[in-house]
Each structure stands twice: as structure tokens, then as C-alpha cells.
């Protein structure tokens, strides 16, 4: 272990290795100078001294034996490598190359958390609207917001895309996101499209009087984005949603603090599965799709339940939460457990996948106030229509925010869309 006077200037990752026989300390001096100056023993003393800098440090190895407690049946560590800023340039590729490129495929090893430098954090503005600021756009803070998915959206032209917002919208919906397959085609271009919905948003304000975030699916070439965003923005757009990981980090970073894309982004998790599922290989979820999501300037981050259709176990989901809202990210923690000076905007946490009325009362005993709950088949899918569908969430919504159990809420004010949800997906709790 190392004694370093400045943590300021180092990342930390910390690793969960399993490994039934193997020297922990060994494995972590390989990552913290393989991943770093390369070779340290071998070098003579004068090159020790220039390369010091550079070098990796060991900042803890907690060991873990099989049977020390019930939840443990097998031998892992906890490994902690701080990495100094002087290696590498303030891009999330250049970290996560730096602390999880090579040894990623090197045995049964997680990177499950990260703690940031002052220097690399400052050069994140994080979230440009952050949770408060959706809600601002939205005008609404008084409760969980709600947000509908299109479904059926390939190979449909502009009109049937239209009928499909209006009833959402209709419905009680605060935000509306493109389905993440849906990318350029002819039938329903990005301006076209948004022009649209935007149309479509205004008619159903006259009915709802709620104002409607329409996040549209960025897509196109890398270094056509701007451009397409651009373009969006130009015929209306109010929010996008993009595929972060397909991607990378740095790509959601550049689009999030251009100046002029000034709206909301919504991170989509398409392919987190190759990271956060496996106990023994990837990245924690609350590290892919919590705080690089936050810090990468996602303002709204979607994630699979422990409710629906795409299990996450309940764990990791407040894990997610926590990154969200909270600003444990810098490498401070070490001394103390200080909060980061530039504090992040929070992120609006988005449970999704198979969510329908019947789950709502878990969703805000899980995450609260400031959540928006999110359906795609959860709405399409209701008995009485697409508008039924939204209105049963809404008051599935004001049941839960009551504390009113949902079957008591629908049977004494007369809801029939949300006594039918109920009678077809039933209510977990
Ligand atoms: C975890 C992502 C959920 C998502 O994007 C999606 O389309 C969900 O649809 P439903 O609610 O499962 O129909």
C-alpha cells in the first residue's frame, strides 16, 4: 500500500477480482504497473525516479474468504488502484482505457466503481438540465413524471406516428421517446418527424394543458450528429434520446455540452447488457449506467427494473439511484468522504422494460418522488386503448403518491382504465 500526499491528482478504480488461490496483492501491483509505466522492478534507480509520476498505486486490497459470512461461497477482493491524472487526457475513453482496456479480459475481474480526480472531474459540466430542469421545461414538480414509448414505428409514415403521440399525449404523458430501433428512413425523417409530433403535442395541450417533452432518437454517422441535432433542433426538437454505449461516453459528452444543443439528453441503455450482468467480468451497472451516464451530461437515464419484463436485481438499481442523485465521484472520499466542489446536476432515474400500472406503488417506494415511471406496452397494451392506458398510469401515479393501495383507489373514485390494468397485469407488491 502506498502513502500518497496528494489523492487529488489520482483516479481510483476499484476491482472485484475472483480468484480461488490467487496472491491478491500480486495481481494488484500487475494492474497498477502494468497499467501504468509498464515494468517497475526491472528499471534502474535513476529511471525509478522520472517514472515515479506515473506510476499506479495500490490504495487497499480487502480480502474476502468463503464462509466468513452467509452471502460469501467464494474467495474475491476487493482491489483499489489509484491512477495518476499525468497518464492520461480528460476524455472518458482515456480513462476507461486507462483503468479497464487490457486487464478487462484478464481473469474474473470487475471494475464496480470509480472515484474521479478534481482536474478530470472539472472538465465534466455533467447534466445541462439535470432532473430540476426537465421538470422546469415540464412545469411540473408536484409528483413523478411519466413518460410513454412509440411502439410499432418502423414502417409506419408520419400520419400513423402522429395518431399514435396524440393518444399518448391524450393519455397524460409529460415526455414521449422514440422507440431506439427507430433510425433515419424515409418514411419519418428527424425533422419530419419532430415537426409532427410538435403539432401533434399542441393539439393535445388543448384538451390535457400539459406541455409535452418529445425525445427523438439521434442517430447517423458519428460525426454527423451535430448536424442531425441541428437539424432537429431547427424544426422543433425538445429533447433527444441516444444509444450512449453503441456510441461511447465521449460522443454524449461532446453533444451535451455543445452550446447550441440546448435540450435535454435521454440516455438509452441499449447493449448494457455486455457490461453490468456478469458477477465476474464487465462494469457495475451503477458505473455504466450511473455516474459515467451523470457525468457524460445524461439528464435522463432509463434502466431495466426489478419489476418488469428485463430483470436488474433490486441492488444494483439503488446503486444506479445513488449515482444519479448523489455526488459521491470524487477521489476526495479517501480522506474523509467530502462531496466533489463542482457538484453535477442530478439525472432523473428512468426503471423501464415491462412496466405496467400494477407496478407504480414499487417504483416510487424504490425511488420516490423524482423518478418518471415509463411504458411501452404498458400503455399500448391496456383493454380500453392507448388513452386508457396513459390515464390508468396517471392514476396508478396519484394512488401511490396517496399511499392508497391501488384496487381500494380505483374502486372509490370510479377508475375504470386502472381497474382494468389491474384486472389484466394485476398490481405486485
Ligand atoms: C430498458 C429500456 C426499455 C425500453 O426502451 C422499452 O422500449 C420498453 O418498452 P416496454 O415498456 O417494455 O414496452
Known amino acids: 500500500m502506498t502513502n500518497i500526499s496528494n489523492w487529488s491528482d489520482y483516479c481510483v478504480a476499484t476491482y472485484r477480482c475472483y480468484d480461488a488461490k490467487a496472491d491478491f496483492h500480486k495481481k494488484a501491483l500487475g494492474i497498477a504497473v502494468g497499467m501504468t509505466v509498464g515494468s517497475w522492478t526491472d528499471l534502474p534507480e535513476t529511471k525509478k525516479q522520472s517514472m515515479q509520476k506515473h506510476l499506479g498505486h495500490i490504495v487497499s486490497i480487502e480480502v474476502h474468504e468463503p464462509g466468513e459470512s452467509p452471502e460469501v461461497t467464494e474467495r474475491y477482493a476487493d482491489i483499489r488502484i489509484a491512477y495518476p491524472d499525468v497518464n492520461f487526457t480528460s476524455e472518458l475513453s482515456a480513462l476507461l482505457i486507462t483503468i479497464f482496456g487490457k486487464v478487462s479480459m484478464d481473469g474474473k475481474l470487475k471494475l464496480i466503481d470509480v472515484h474521479f480526480s478534481e482536474r478530470f472531474y472539472q472538465a465534466f459540466q455533467g447534466p445541462k438540465f439535470g432532473l430540476d430542469g426537465v421538470r422546469d421545461l415540464l412545469g411540473v414538480h408536484d409528483r413523478p413524471l411519466f413518460m410513454s414509448i412509440f411502439k410499432s414505428v418502423i414502417g409506419h409514415d408520419l400520419a400513423g406516428l402522429r395518431e399514435q403521440f396524440l393518444a399518448m399525449s391524450l393519455g397524460g404523458v409529460d415526455l414521449i421517446k422514440d422507440d431506439e430501433i427507430l433510425f433515419e428512413n424515409p418514411l419519418t425523417p428527424i425533422d419530419k418527424r419532430v415537426a409532427i409530433c410538435r403539432e401533434a403535442a399542441e393539439e393535445a395541450k388543448q384538451t390535457t394543458g400539459q406541455n409535452i417533452l418529445y425525445a427523438v432518437n439521434l442517430t447517423g454517422p458519428t460525426f454527423k450528429l451535430r448536424e442531425q441535432a441541428k437539424k432537429a433542433i431547427d424544426a422543433g426538437a425538445t429533447a433527444f434520446l441516444f444509444n450512449v454505449l453503441a456510441y461511447g461516453f465521449d460522443v454524449l459528452h461532446e453533444l451535451s455540452s455543445d452550446p447550441e444543443i440546448n435540450v435535454p439528453f435521454m440516455a438509452h441503455p441499449a447493449m448494457a447488457g455486455c457490461f453490468y450482468p456478469s458477477q465476474y467480468h464487465g462494469i457495475s451497472a451503477n458505473v455504466v449506467l450511473g455516474k459515467l451516464m451523470r457525468l457524460a451530461g445524461a439528464d435522463i437515464v432509463l434502466f431495466p427494473s426489478p419489476y418488469g419484463s428485463v430483470v436488474m436485481p433490486r441492488e444494483e438499481n439503488m446503486a444506479i439511484k445513488h449515482a444519479l442523485l448523489t455526488q459521491d465521484f470524487a477521489v476526495d472520499y479517501l480522506s474523509e468522504g467530502a462531496d466533489a466542489t463542482n457538484k453535477l446536476k442530478r439525472s432523473f432515474a428512468v426503471p423501464s422494460a415491462g412496466i405496467h400500472p400494477g407496478l407504480v406503488p414499487l417504483i416510487l417506494r424504490d425511488f420516490g418522488h423524482d423518478v418518471i415511471v415509463n411504458a411501452g406496452g404498458g400503455i399500448f ?22 399511499g392508497i393501495d391501488l384496487q381500494s383507489y380505483a374502486s372509490s373514485n370510479g377508475c375504470a382504465e386502472l381497474q382494468s390494468a389491474i384486472d389484466t397485469w394485476g398490481v405486485r407488491s
Open 381 to 402: 397494451g391496456h383493454p380500453m386503448g392507448t388513452v386508457a392506458g396513459g390515464q390508468a398510469f396517471r392514476q396508478a401515479i396519484s394512488a401511490s403518491q396517496n
